[in-house]
């Protein structure tokens, strides 16, 4: 650590500085810097101790309860944090980053009124934090306000338009919104900014799936399983899209992954079930039915479908 009046390096235990004698036993910036190293290094109790001692001392230092809120903060104590956050608000000149902070940590403890408050307090000081409107927009999608929440999202990407967690999250509400082409448009435009973003080739997929654009859809349900190993939704949706595109070899593939991934997926088997029907593979949609009777007996598509099996096995053994 330095000295607060000469810089000078000092032991972290020193009462006075060698080279100035200036004190160093309770002297407020001196203990902050402390406090700064142990935070840096990871040792937040002893972080805390410190600004808990700086605070003793002099209660109106800013500086020592922002820094106790992000400890509080990283422990995973949003009240403290928040608590620590409005006492460094009285009297600072520039509190963005302390309304900041305090946003996340209000979300975080799902107050979200709270929560876009402090970052549109936040936004007055710093009109230009593309991060600021993304958080913002977040706080107004988790309380459902759609239409406030696409337009904090769009304030976002104007001041920075390859914000590639923004454009996704923009495509999410277009796409909530009932407005598919807008939310295809978004998902393209983040994986021609960042092409292994997987959730965002996924939900393109899902989007052009919608759209009945499917061989499209499969190309992106394909890359979304090569860029993330062992991504279940991509195989089932790839398999979904394969089925409706009549491609069933390629659509029982991709099933047969969901399964080994979570072999106890009854609508996977189901599925299985369907593909082999239109097979003739009689046995073998058979043995999924029962697997996901099993699995869920109310699954009323299985029964169903073991049913209409009954049926086609009855009629394969007259000769119908």
Not at 1 to 6: A, I, L, T, V
Not at 149 to 157: F, I, K, R, Y
């Given at each position: 650590?330095?000295?607060?009046?000469?810089s000078?390096?000092?032991?972290?235990?020193?009462?006075?500085?060698?080279?100035?004698?200036?004190?160093?036993?309770?002297?407020?910036?001196?203990?902050?810097?402390?406090?700064?190293?142990?935070?840096?290094?990871g040792?937040?109790?002893e972080?805390?101790?410190?600004?808990?001692?700086?605070?003793?001392?002099?209660?109106?230092?800013?500086?020592?309860?922002?820094?106790?809120?992000?400890?509080?903060?990283?422990?995973?104590?949003?009240?403290?944090?928040v608590?620590?956050?409005k006492?460094a608000l009285?009297?600072?000149?520039?509190?963005?980053?302390?309304?900041?902070?305090?946003?996340?940590?209000?979300?975080?403890?799902?107050?979200?009124?709270?929560?876009?408050?402090?970052?549109?307090?936040?936004?007055?000081f710093?009109?230009?934090?593309?991060?600021?409107?993304?958080?913002?927009?977040?706080?107004?999608?988790?309380?459902?306000d759609?239409?406030k929440?696409?337009?904090?999202?769009?304030?976002?990407?104007r001041?920075?338009?390859?914000?590639?967690?923004?454009?996704?999250?923009?495509?999410?509400?277009h796409s909530?919104?009932?407005?598919?082409?807008?939310?295809?448009?978004?998902?393209?435009v983040v994986?021609?900014?960042?092409?292994s973003?997987?959730?965002?080739?996924?939900?393109?997929?899902?989007?052009?799936?919608?759209?009945?654009?499917?061989?499209?859809a499969?190309?992106?349900?394909?890359?979304?399983?090569?860029?993330k190993?062992?991504?279940?939704?991509?195989?089932?949706?790839?398999?979904?899209?394969?089925?409706?595109?009549?491609?069933?070899?390629?659509?029982i593939?991709?099933?047969?992954?969901?399964?080994?991934?979570?072999?106890?997926?009854?609508?996977?088997?189901?599925?299985?079930a369907?593909?082999?029907?239109?097979?003739?593979?009689?046995?073998?949609?058979?043995?999924?039915?029962?697997?996901?009777?099993?699995?869920?007996?109310?699954?009323?598509?299985?029964?169903?479908?073991?049913?209409?099996?009954?049926?086609?096995?009855?009629?394969?053994?007259?000769?119908?």
């Open positions: 650590m330095g000295c607060p009046e000469c000078a390096v000092v032991s972290p235990k020193a009462r006075y500085c060698e080279q100035c004698g200036a004190s160093l036993k309770r002297d407020v910036l001196a203990l902050h810097q402390q406090a700064l190293e142990r935070y840096h290094r040792q937040i109790e972080a805390l101790a410190l600004w808990n001692e700086i605070l003793e001392e002099n209660q109106d230092f800013s500086k020592g309860h922002y820094y106790k809120g992000l400890a509080l903060y990283d422990r995973g104590d949003l009240s403290g944090a608590a620590s956050f006492e009285k009297g600072e000149k520039e509190p963005f980053r302390i309304y900041f902070k305090l946003g996340l940590a209000l979300y975080g403890q799902g107050d979200l009124a709270s929560s876009v408050s402090a970052f549109q307090e936040a936004l007055k710093n009109p230009g934090s593309a991060e600021t409107y993304y958080r913002l927009g977040l706080s107004y999608l988790r309380n459902a759609l239409d929440a696409q337009q904090a999202l769009e304030s976002a990407v001041i920075n338009p390859e914000y590639t967690r923004a454009l996704f999250i923009l495509g999410m509400v909530q919104k009932g407005d598919n082409q807008a939310a295809i448009d978004k998902f393209r994986v021609g900014i960042s092409s973003y997987t959730a965002a080739r996924f939900e393109l997929g899902m989007a052009l799936f919608k759209a009945g654009m499917l061989s499209e499969a190309r992106e349900f394909e890359v979304s399983i090569t860029s190993n062992r991504f279940s939704p991509g195989y089932f949706m790839l398999g979904e899209t394969c089925r409706k595109l009549g491609e069933l070899h390629r659509a593939g991709a099933y047969n992954e969901v399964l080994k991934l979570n072999p106890k997926d009854a609508d996977t088997r189901v599925r299985l369907e593909c082999q029907i239109q097979l003739d593979c009689l046995q073998e949609a058979e043995t999924h039915l029962h697997k996901a009777l099993q699995i869920n007996p109310q699954h009323r598509d299985a029964n169903y479908l073991l049913q209409h099996l009954d049926e086609l096995k009855k009629q394969n053994q007259s000769g119908i």
